[in-house]
């Protein structure tokens, strides 16, 4: 498919606001693609898993009995941290405008 005729990466226009807090109607947006994403990685590990058994005769037992090395783990764990601080950003972003928003109007006062 040529680059003129990709579909939209996002829907265009307002999205609706389902819930009385429009940080709820975020929270669950963000929830329901964290969902859809961890869908897509089940299947791919399914059809690897399904692939490496009749290509290659590795039981998936084999793939559930593994047990990494530490140079493994390492690199897992700092693959978590990375995940937790992109899915975390947003969280993290928002409490630090509010706290400096606080911090400003302490700073004014209520009669400057």
């Given amino acids: 498919m040529s680059a ?3 579909p939209p990466r996002g829907a265009k226009g307002h999205r609706p606001q ?17 969902a859809t994403e ?10 690897l898993e399904r692939l490496l058994e009749t290509q290659s005769g590795l039981s998936r ?5 593994y047990q ?4 493994v ?4 764990q700092q693959h978590r941290a990375e995940l937790a601080e992109r899915l975390l950003r947003p969280f993290r972003d928002f409490r630090e405008q ?3 928003r606080a911090n400003r109007l302490s700073d004014t006062g209520p009669g400057d």
Avoid: C, G, K
């Fill in 98 to 100: 509010r706290i400096a």
């Fill in 68 to 71: 990494p090395n530490e140079s």
């Fill in 38 to 47: 961890l869908s897509v990685a089940f299947e791919r590990i399914d059809t």
């Fill in 18 to 34: 389902v819930f009385d807090d429009p940080a709820v109607d975020q929270l669950y947006a963000a929830y329901v693609a964290i």
């Fill in 73 to 76: 783990s390492a690199e897992r």
């Fill in 61 to 65: 037992e084999a793939i559930r009995d």
């Fill in 4 to 6: 003129a005729h990709e």
